[in-house]
């Protein structure tokens, strides 16, 4: 770092500060935390671990010599140890337990200190780690939310003054970790929402809460590989779940009728396209009004004889075209009491045979494109997380 | 601020950090904002403004000379102009146009710098604005999302120096600031999506989703008086309008019967307490393992005459408790097929005379505390923001 003026440094914190809260993504800004820190310090290599009451769970590794030597999935492939229990035998263990930051400037000496440290990772990559600096990240509640280690820093960053600068910009990266992880608490806390009361439209019907789940992991995979696109993904993974909340409004002996619905009957069933539409109008949010669109236009087909309006081809927003193929790849896979279930490549088979006709060609490549994703996703029972 | 040492002010910057960044509530945020900056730079007084679209809404006015003299009220009653088109007239609204920091040294000469600048507050207050800083909240993304006003600086905050650091604080409070519209925006989208699928369960009841509104509302006065805690109050707002979402699996013939239910048929008609404890089982987020109690328990009675566990007294939760009364309150006062509206000031007699029975007295007592305020809340039909 040299002796930079206090001006430099004070706008490279501000600097920091402004990069790392404008990421809203939690796992980007994981990593760009451990980048940011390590251009700060000059340091070889960081790693981040996040906090989860007894556990610390890790999160990310970087290193520049290594990355220069071995591909990143080599090096993560070896790495890899998913959590471990907070105590004082590890280093970022004591780190949590202390509250304060563990300075080690020789890493040879570490077990002197009553460290155990696993150098076999070093050893098969052919890397030494000389030096290490492991830094409590504060919630600006005062709590520990997460530990930042870095590793062969020059000497500068061992002094006092070397310290106190390395403090204040784990400040800055605890407030965006803090508000990361509160902004994905609420998300969670709002996808959990959506899901119920999803399930509440489906509680009368023949269908079950898994149901909505599956086919709004297979609308945001489909989402996925057709828009590149995370934000959208997600959105539709959220607004997904809502298609089938108009059927609330359905007569039971309409909608739980075991037998062929008569025409006059299917008119009326019909309607819970237009009632969900209803039940989700005039809202503020993105998320309400993309769930809107897709309640009230996922029964239209691509080539126009759908309903309720008969769209045709791109007139149908692509987010109920997307849905449409995922709410009935579900149902020709899942077994209800009036049908077996169809294997899924049988399905598979239908999804592609109505391109064009019930479906929009390029939804159908990109659900194609997606089905080894979609797959494994069947055959996992759970797919809450 | 005199010569300080760059550690201190890094120290003091990192501390404006962290304190905003702990407020979570938006608009305590604001006045710390506003705090924080004066004192930073030993300015006598300060405002903020918050930016919507083409308006800048006035938020804060603080004074620590006028506030010496005035009541806050009085200062707060001559100051308050609610928003303002952003122009290069008002000093707010050019800096917010130019994206910069606007200096006057010398307000005496304010008109000549091309701005208009309203005195009269000044004269009747007995107050002389002498020296002043816009400084634009840029959130992190680079756009402009509002305004601090800083007055009465001593002259060091006019220098290249003083506005670096002026700029740094700035740069921080705009960040905590940003966090806090986002976190503010995502909880009324959360609140938006729990009406709106609240409303789904009442869809074909005889109520309506103003029931819902109104209701949540006035549990949310109650648990107010009742507790002086508003993440308790805030929860119940949050989580009381999924009360009757176990109705959805009432049948129709049940739930939709103009006349009155056969023994057997409220029998069924009671399940929607424990259908909805069903429903929200199982829940990770606070919000919903509150809502869950509230359906689950909000026919249970004092005495122990309720439904569906027939509790009794302290072991009935507390939210089932203040979601009884403002739930009965409610029925009464509307309108029904089947009957006329109480007037409020019966229905307010009726609550009195159950206390102990069914509804918990110190809840009936929180209730005639809040009267006023839920008097005014059925005056206005528009409640929903």
């Not at 061992?158 to 403090?167: A, D, P, Q, W």
């Not at 995979?221 to 934000?231: C, F, G, R, S, V």
Request: glycine fraction near 6%.
């Amino acid at each position: 770092m040299g002796k930079p003026k206090y001006q430099d440094i004070l706008d490279r914190l501000v600097g920091i500060g402004l990069l790392l809260a404008s990421e809203k993504n939690l796992h980007k800004l994981l990593e760009k935390i451990v980048e940011e820190e390590m251009n700060f310090t000059n340091a070889e290599g960081g790693s981040l671990y996040i906090r989860r009451g007894k556990y610390l769970i890790f999160m990310v590794f970087r290193n520049r010599i290594l990355e220069n030597k071995l591909p990143r999935d080599t090096i993560l492939k070896r790495i890899k140890k998913s959590k471990f229990e907070i105590n004082e035998k590890s280093i970022a263990g004591a780190c949590v337990k202390r509250g304060e930051i563990i300075s080690i400037r020789d890493m040879s000496r570490v077990e002197e200190l009553g460290f155990s440290y696993d150098r076999s990772i070093d050893r098969e990559l052919g890397y030494e780690t000389k030096s290490l600096l492991a830094i409590p990240l504060k919630s600006p509640e005062g709590e520990i939310i997460g530990v930042l280690q870095l590793i062969n820093l020059p000497q500068e960053s061992f002094t006092e003054e070397g310290l106190r600068l390395v403090r204040a910009t784990a400040a800055q990266a605890a407030i965006s970790l803090s508000n990361g992880l509160l902004l994905d608490e609420l998300k969670k806390a709002q996808l959990d929402t959506i899901y119920r009361l999803a399930k509440v439209a489906e509680f009368k019907d023949r269908e079950t809460g898994d149901h909505i789940k599956r086919m709004s992991r297979v609308s945001m995979y489909i989402a996925e590989t057709l828009k590149h696109d995370p934000d959208f993904s997600e959105l539709i993974l959220y607004a997904s779940p809502m298609h089938d909340i108009g059927k609330v409004a359905i007569p039971d002996h309409i909608l739980l009728k075991p037998a062929k619905l008569t025409e006059e009957e299917f008119e009326i069933m019909k309607t819970h396209t237009t009632i969900g539409g209803e039940i989700l109008e005039n809202a503020d949010t993105e998320l309400l009004k993309v769930a809107r669109v897709i309640a009230l236009y996922h029964h239209e087909k691509f080539d126009g004889t759908g309903y309720p309006e008969g769209l045709k081809g791109e007139n149908i927003p692509t987010e109920a075209r997307i849905v449409a193929v995922a709410d009935v790849f579900d149902a020709l896979v899942s077994k209800r009491p009036y049908k077996a279930p169809w294997p899924p490549d049988e399905a598979l088979k239908y999804i592609v045979s109505q391109k064009g006709k019930h479906f929009d060609p390029e939804v159908v490549k990109a659900f194609v494109d997606s089905y080894e994703k979609i797959i494994d996703l069947y055959e996992h029972s759970d797919i809450r997380s």
